[in-house]
């Protein structure tokens, strides 16, 4: 197989499951010396194992000190950074009458500030390279409001203008920031474990019913999988996508298309 980005290495935060693991996998099979980063250091070992040339690291991203170490990490390890995916987020859904303040701080400290901090630890060692490429794993909530997730789509909002800001302000080092907004994966730990409970509770119907809901939306009438994020990631990362920049890309089988 023609593997797209062979000699890369690519920090993956958030990595340690779910669609980061299985990007984690696929930059793996593409070619990368990946760097998997999560808060829970042995699911990231688990899955650095798996890997042809993986290195686990843990962090909060929410944490400068801890960013800044992982940043270090990947140079001292495999010399260069070429590539990092910031994945790492959380999500807490509730109507605006019940969110505590330091949940909402909490939300936006993970998907907001830690896409920040990576990002700026990455663009430190890119911009002295000048070269690199930058991917944040948005969300179609970062296009249009959310049912009662309202702290998680003001921080993918937010993403999408630092993701656009980072792209102005980086291109003449050649370093591309892009986003990548799938929808709703609905055979993910993320769903199967919390949202179809949290979003049942919610909305006063049976988790099979919310499943429902979220499939009719779709024109394609499926699920978001892994590998149509992957894709895209790959696509984005390689040379194919040389002239994208400040793009939020949207792999939602049609639910959004702005």
Not at 42 to 68: M, N, R, Y
Not at 70 to 82: K, V
Not at 226 to 235: I, S, W
Request: charged content about 20%; glycine content about 10%.
């Amino acid at each position: 197989m023609h593997q797209k980005l062979k000699g890369q290495t690519a920090i993956i935060t958030g990595g340690g499951q779910g669609l980061g693991e299985a990007l984690a996998q696929r930059l793996d099979q593409e070619g990368c010396n990946v760097v998997v980063a999560d808060v829970n250091l042995e699911a990231a070992e688990k899955v650095a194992a798996s890997l042809v040339s993986g290195a686990a690291c843990q962090v909060d991203v929410s944490s400068e000190e801890q960013v800044e170490k992982m940043a270090g990490f990947a140079l001292s390890r495999f010399g260069s950074l070429d590539l990092l995916v910031s994945n790492a987020a959380i999500l807490i859904a509730k109507s605006v009458t019940e969110f505590t303040p330091t949940e909402w701080r909490r939300i936006l400290d993970v998907n907001l500030m830690g896409y920040f901090l990576c990002a700026r630890a990455a663009a430190r060692i890119m911009i002295a390279q000048r070269k690199g490429n930058i991917i944040q794993i948005n969300s179609k909530s970062g296009k249009k409001g959310s049912y009662k997730n309202s702290a998680y789509a003001a921080s993918k909002f937010g993403g999408i203008g630092l993701t656009q800001s980072l792209a102005l302000e980086l291109a003449e080092y050649g370093i591309r920031v892009n986003a990548i907004c799938p929808g709703n994966l609905l055979d993910s730990p993320l769903w199967v474990n919390s949202l179809f409970k949290q979003y049942a509770k919610n909305q006063g119907i049976t988790e099979e019913e919310v499943r429902q809901k979220y499939l009719d939306q779709v024109p394609l009438g499926r699920s978001c999988e892994y590998e149509d994020v992957a894709n895209a990631m790959v696509f984005l990362a390689s040379e194919e996508a040389s002239y994208m920049t400040g793009q939020a890309i949207n792999i939602t089988g049609g639910q959004e298309m702005r």
